[in-house]
């Protein structure tokens, strides 16, 4: 099977996109491919930026343009890196011969190299996104070196956010938190407001970092309550242009990521910037990769967790609520330690975090 024009469909969400690059970056450098397009939604472009080349990237303005672009581009093969039923049916629609994907959302018929997950009791086995990602690339023959994600962020980049926060009263030389406490999926993956703010209040007692307080469209009022709610002076990005391009930056300089169950989590793993992660109703299996320096913080336990649900079915909302402040700042301050000490410890490091990344 020749294959010279690939189109890559990338995933619809922050996260996976990023989790993904390790394929997209060994597509564009595979020698077999005579030209590779990355297929992406147009306000998850710049999360590529300084990474692909920009006459690579398509941005997709709707699903009617989508069909248009796979035809334009008259690709011999689309490997689907999204595993929605809509990219596999756009895909075949537009007449591109080779559809290779994971087997997922009834939509196998649609794809003419599948891989299959293992299912039990009617139930996909939960397996990290990552490994998923690699083997569905496997289809094709493209091997990446690796499953760590990797992003750009320019010096012009970094030294622009850095002006940035000096404009909002953070000192150019001061350490600081990246806080992301939204979550597109839905409110059962969102820690309490007070709680974020304590949790940066600790640091900043213990550790002296300031907390950046950053989010999505939308997300504006409750990163200004957050920012509202602590005592230390944070700073919140609510009134400020922002995107997921400046995030790139803004991750890169920070010294640690606070964030829930979210796509900016993978921003630092793409940068090896040390995050906590609070999670609720998900499978911490679909996210078991890159953890030499995160940590997950989840209530163990629950009969009713992970439900994967957008709010919470039986109206407590534990797998939030019963997640202490205390507990999320020591994971931090743990976490700060191992990454600084792993400054001379080398590879070794890497494998200690991700026995113990899951706490």
């Not at 900043?204 to 309550?225: K, N, Q, T, Y």
């Not at 920070?254 to 989590?265: E, H, K, T």
Request: net charge positive; hydrophobic share 50%.
């Amino acid at each position: 099977m020749r294959i010279a024009t690939l189109g890559l469909r990338a995933p619809n969400w922050v996260g996976d996109l990023v989790m993904a690059t390790p394929v997209i970056t060994a597509a564009l450098a595979d020698p077999r491919f005579e030209r590779v397009r990355v297929f992406v939604k147009k306000p998850l472009a710049k999360v590529l930026g300084g990474l692909v080349p920009d006459d690579a990237v398509v941005a997709l303005e709707s699903s009617a343009h989508e069909v248009d672009a796979l035809r334009r581009e008259r690709l011999d093969a689309v490997l689907l890196l999204s595993n929605s039923f809509g990219a596999a049916w756009r895909a075949a629609r537009a007449g591109v011969p080779v559809r290779a994907g994971a087997g997922l959302s009834a939509r196998r018929w649609l794809l003419s190299h599948a891989v299959v997950p293992t299912t039990q009791d009617g139930r996909r086995v939960p397996i990290p996104t990552a490994h998923l990602l690699a083997d569905v690339a496997g289809l094709l023959g493209i091997l990446p070196d690796g499953l760590e994600p990797r992003l750009a962020a320019s010096a012009a980049e970094r030294a622009a956010s850095r002006e940035e926060l000096a404009r909002l009263g953070l000192a150019h030389d001061a350490a600081y938190v990246v806080c992301s406490p939204g979550a597109a999926f839905g409110a059962a993956k969102l820690w309490p407001v007070e709680r974020f703010a304590a949790a940066l209040d600790q640091l900043h007692a213990r550790r002296g970092l300031r907390a950046v307080i950053s989010g999505g469209p939308g997300e504006e009022p409750l990163m200004d309550a957050v920012a509202r709610a602590t005592r230390s002076g944070a700073v919140s990005l609510a009134s400020v242009p922002r995107d997921l391009g400046t995030l790139r930056a803004l991750v890169a300089n920070a010294a640690l990521m606070l964030v829930g169950d979210s796509g900016p989590r993978w921003y630092a793993a793409a940068f090896d910037v040390p995050c906590v992660c609070v999670m609720g109703p998900n499978f911490p299996e679909l996210t078991a990769t890159s953890l030499e320096r995160a940590t997950i913080v989840r209530i163990e336990g629950l009969e009713c967790s992970p439900c994967i649900e957008r709010v919470c079915p039986l109206g407590h909302h534990r797998c939030m609520t019963d997640l202490s402040v205390e507990r999320v700042a020591r994971a931090a301050e743990r976490l700060l330690d191992e990454s600084s000490a792993s400054s001379g410890r080398g590879a070794p490091f890497a494998a200690d975090r991700a026995r113990e990344a899951i706490t």
